[in-house]
């Protein structure tokens, strides 16, 4: 039965239109001042609502980018409804774009492979960031990033190693400090989950993956412009406030595997501010599907298909 | 039902308490010092439960904590939905899971008041808008606004509801010490305070007030004195939910997926383990299999 899985991505992509805007602005933390290496008034502000519109990870600054969506719409833009990895992208090992194509075709043949979101399961990093919305709460010795599925959430500590050693867990061990403008983190020690793969095409991981992540606000202009360029890689299915002339986030992230790639790679993730005015509840086993208003629905009222007889 | 003209009483007078406290959230004053990972609290003569190695008063964690799950609680339950615990009771018994099916079963989130209840340790952040009490394990986030806003005239159904706060400078101290919160539905549900299913009413109409502070004596010890305001309940029904900081400045947060371990398999109301060769198992005696009908050899 297929149907569960397709539920899960429709409140997926529900997801980027129902979800926040807080009316959190622009306001740093309380007890920013105290024990950071770097000066209070140097700390970029990141508070605030962030929404990026499309599903997948977008180009990358330069050099070797993600592998990218074979299948897409007339406009040249990823079709996000029928996910086929590239197995072809030279970052990948043979081994890693054998697990690709497989997926590909399991897509191709009109089924949906389980993957973490929609198998309600805790998303690995870097996986994590297809989450359309993101909240980083600043402190001063701790960077907390607020997910909507499944009310998820990530603690970065700041201006500390990595453990000796790291105990795996699906979110790894990240640490964080500031350079300047942007926000560093730095995460290893993954653990390798049931569905263990770094983006939605199925691209796997082993315990070798590092993933450094670099936070930093973009000009209104620039941030338009690299939304423009995403858009071209995913289509724009979230809904930024088209009057905010803010400035805007992108999250540049580098991916290091040598189990999995055969080179580094980056890619970017620009956010925008949400449209709508409330961080809502994402819960992901309630198996809900959305209405044409892109609204949630509890189990009782969600919109099931139903058989009196089996297609068989 | 009982509590249903407080609970309008408190509405009214809770949105002009939030008219007034707007100015507050702007004054320059001190917030508490809420870091770390706090820890379900539990009193000094708590048993140990070998089952699951946790501290409590006895069974699984509960609401009141200085008194044991379930009967144990005393809570003062109307007469029908006394019934509707004893029933639950009764179901789990049985080997089902009573009210608490779709916590347990569907790792659904518990909701307000559950998510109180700290299964996994709770990290708060304050900030001047915004206290956040993140939770873990497939509970929603709470946001306790304290931006002075008004209670919205569109809210939908959630699990955390809708909460609102202000702070507070009791001793007149410079630093904020108490943290009021109204927390309003609607709700989904069914939500119990714990695990036998111990019943909040299923209109999903309650009003949860708490104010939330550091022991004066104990600064290591936080206070959540919860009123639960709910038409199951023949009276308001406070506690003091305590919480103790993990000592380590830079806890090790832990992950907690409900999904990723649960060996249970809902098939609409009933429940059946999965054991692990994944063959379905009954979870109580003389349970009937699933409805088979549309499995043609084996529907015979």
């Not at chain 1, 010795?141 to 000796?164: C, E, G, M, W």
């Not at chain 1, 699906?170 to 049931?194: C, F, N, R």
């Not at chain 2, 509405?11 to 820890?39: C, Q, T």
């Not at chain 2, 003389?286 to 088979?292: E, G």
């Given at each position: 039965?297929?149907?569960?899985?397709?539920?899960?991505?429709?409140?997926?992509?529900?997801?980027?239109?129902?979800t926040?805007?807080?009316?959190?602005?622009?306001?740093?933390?309380?007890?920013?001042?105290?024990?950071?290496?770097q000066?209070?008034?140097?700390?970029?502000?990141?508070?605030?609502?962030?929404?990026?519109?499309?599903?997948?990870?977008?180009?990358?600054?330069?050099?070797?980018?993600?592998?990218?969506?074979?299948?897409?719409?007339?406009?040249?833009?990823?079709?996000?409804?029928?996910?086929?990895?590239?197995?072809?992208?030279?970052?990948?090992k043979?081994?890693?774009?054998?697990?690709?194509?497989?997926?590909g075709?399991?897509?191709?043949?009109?089924?949906?492979?389980?993957?973490p979101?929609?198998?309600?399961?805790?998303?690995?990093?870097p996986?994590?960031?297809?989450?359309?919305?993101?909240?980083?709460?600043?402190?001063?010795?701790?960077?907390?990033?607020?997910?909507?599925?499944?009310?998820?959430?990530?603690?970065?500590?700041?201006?500390?190693?990595?453990?000796?050693?790291?105990?795996?867990?699906?979110?790894?061990?990240?640490?964080?400090?500031?350079?300047?403008?942007?926000?560093?983190?730095?995460?290893?020690?993954?653990?390798?989950?049931?569905?263990?793969?770094?983006?939605?095409?199925?691209?796997?991981?082993?315990?070798?993956?590092?993933?450094?992540?670099?936070?930093?606000?973009?000009?209104?202009?620039?941030?338009?412009?690299?939304?423009?360029?995403?858009?071209?890689?995913?289509?724009?299915?979230?809904?930024?406030?088209?009057?905010?002339?803010?400035?805007?986030?992108?999250?540049?992230?580098?991916?290091?595997?040598?189990?999995?790639?055969?080179?580094?790679?980056?890619?970017?993730?620009?956010?925008?501010?949400?449209?709508?005015?409330?961080?809502?509840?994402?819960?992901?086993?309630?198996?809900?599907?959305?209405?044409?208003?892109?609204?949630?629905?509890?189990?009782?009222?969600?919109?099931?298909?139903?058989?009196?007889?089996?297609?068989? | 039902?009982?509590?249903?003209?407080?609970?309008?009483?408190?509405?009214?007078?809770?949105?002009?308490?939030?008219?007034?406290?707007?100015?507050?959230?702007?004054?320059?004053?001190?917030?508490?010092?809420?870091?770390?990972?706090?820890?379900?609290?539990?009193?000094?003569?708590?048993?140990?439960?070998?089952?699951?190695?946790?501290?409590?008063?006895?069974?699984?964690?509960?609401?009141?904590?200085?008194?044991?799950?379930?009967?144990?609680?005393k809570?003062?339950?109307?007469?029908?939905?006394?019934?509707?615990?004893?029933?639950?009771?009764?179901?789990?018994?049985?080997?089902?899971?009573?009210?608490?099916?779709?916590?347990?079963?569907?790792?659904?989130p518990g909701?307000?008041?559950?998510?109180?209840?700290?299964?996994?340790?709770?990290?708060?952040?304050?900030?001047?808008?915004?206290?956040?009490?993140?939770?873990?394990?497939?509970?929603?986030?709470?946001?306790?606004?304290?931006?002075?806003?008004?209670?919205?005239?569109?809210?939908?159904?959630?699990?955390?509801?809708?909460?609102?706060?202000?702070?507070?400078?009791?001793?007149?101290?410079?630093?904020?010490?108490?943290?009021?919160?109204?927390?309003?539905?609607?709700?989904?549900?069914?939500?119990?305070?714990?695990?036998?299913?111990?019943?909040?009413?299923?209109?999903?109409?309650?009003?949860?007030?708490?104010?939330?502070?550091?022991?004066?004596?104990?600064p290591?010890?936080?206070?959540?004195?919860?009123?639960?305001?709910?038409?199951?309940?023949?009276?308001p029904?406070?506690?003091?939910?305590?919480?103790?900081?993990n000592?380590?400045?830079?806890?090790?947060?832990?992950?907690?997926?409900?999904?990723?371990?649960?060996?249970?398999?809902?098939?609409?109301?009933?429940?059946?383990?999965?054991?692990?060769?994944?063959?379905?198992?009954p979870?109580?005696?003389?349970?009937?299999?699933?409805?088979?009908?549309?499995?043609?050899?084996?529907?015979?």
């Amino acid at each position: 039965m297929n149907l569960r899985p397709q539920f899960l991505l429709a409140m997926t992509l529900a997801g980027a239109v129902a979800t926040p805007a807080l009316a959190q602005t622009a306001a740093p933390s309380v007890g920013l001042s105290s024990s950071t290496e770097q000066s209070t008034a140097s700390i970029p502000d990141f508070s605030g609502l962030w929404l990026h519109p499309g599903l997948g990870f977008g180009p990358p600054l330069s050099g070797p980018g993600p592998v990218r969506n074979k299948t897409r719409l007339p406009s040249g833009a990823s079709d996000f409804r029928l996910v086929v990895g590239d197995y072809t992208n030279p970052i990948l090992k043979p081994e890693a774009a054998e697990v690709v194509k497989k997926f590909g075709e399991i897509s191709l043949s009109g089924r949906i492979f389980p993957d973490p979101d929609n198998m309600c399961l805790q998303n690995p990093v870097p996986y994590i960031f297809w989450n359309f919305n993101v909240q980083l709460l600043q402190q001063p010795d701790k960077v907390t990033l607020i997910y909507p599925h499944d009310s998820d959430f990530r603690v970065v500590r700041l201006n500390q190693p990595h453990p000796a050693t790291v105990i795996p867990s699906l979110h790894g061990d990240s640490v964080g400090h500031y350079e300047g403008d942007t926000l560093v983190i730095d995460t290893v020690g993954v653990k390798l989950g049931p569905y263990r793969m770094i983006d939605r095409f199925g691209t796997p991981y082993t315990q070798a993956l590092h993933v450094i992540e670099r936070y930093r606000l973009l000009d209104y202009e620039a941030t338009k412009e690299a939304l423009e360029r995403a858009e071209k890689e995913w289509p724009r299915i979230g809904a930024i406030d088209p009057n905010y002339r803010g400035k805007g986030l992108q999250l540049e992230f580098t991916v290091e595997d040598p189990g999995v790639f055969t080179m580094p790679w980056s890619a970017t993730i620009t956010y925008g501010r949400n449209a709508n005015q409330s961080w809502d509840e994402r819960v992901c086993a309630e198996n809900v599907e959305h209405d044409y208003q892109y609204n949630y629905f509890s189990e009782k009222d969600a919109h099931l298909p139903t058989a009196n007889k089996p297609d068989f | 039902m009982p509590c249903r003209k407080l609970i309008y009483a408190i509405r009214v007078a809770s949105a002009l308490l939030m008219i007034v406290s707007v100015a507050e959230a702007a004054d320059g004053a001190k917030y508490p010092d809420w870091d770390g990972a706090w820890e379900r609290w539990f009193p000094a003569n708590a048993v140990l439960d070998p089952g699951n190695g946790i501290y409590t008063a006895g069974g699984q964690p509960s609401f009141d904590q200085t008194k044991p799950w379930g009967r144990g609680q005393k809570a003062p339950l109307t007469p029908e939905y006394q019934k509707i615990f004893e029933d639950s009771i009764a179901d789990q018994a049985k080997g089902g899971e009573g009210n608490f099916f779709d916590h347990a079963i569907r790792c659904m989130p518990g909701g307000m008041p559950l998510m109180t209840i700290a299964f996994t340790p709770l990290e708060i952040v304050v900030t001047a808008k915004t206290t956040y009490v993140l939770t873990g394990n497939v509970e929603p986030n709470r946001r306790i606004y304290t931006d002075g806003r008004d209670w919205p005239t569109d809210l939908t159904p959630t699990y955390a509801g809708y909460s609102i706060g202000r702070w507070l400078d009791e001793d007149d101290d410079g630093v904020y010490d108490v943290l009021e919160v109204e927390t309003r539905g609607p709700f989904k549900g069914p939500r119990a305070y714990d695990a036998t299913g111990l019943p909040l009413h299923f209109d999903n109409q309650s009003i949860f007030k708490e104010r939330i502070y550091l022991d004066k004596a104990h600064p290591n010890l936080l206070h959540d004195e919860i009123t639960v305001f709910d038409n199951a309940l023949t009276r308001p029904w406070t506690v003091d939910k305590k919480y103790t900081r993990n000592p380590n400045p830079r806890p090790r947060w832990t992950e907690s997926s409900c999904i990723e371990t649960n060996s249970m398999v809902a098939i609409g109301r009933e429940s059946y383990f999965m054991n692990a060769d994944g063959m379905l198992m009954p979870v109580r005696k003389n349970q009937p299999p699933p409805d088979l009908r549309y499995f043609k050899e084996w529907a015979k």
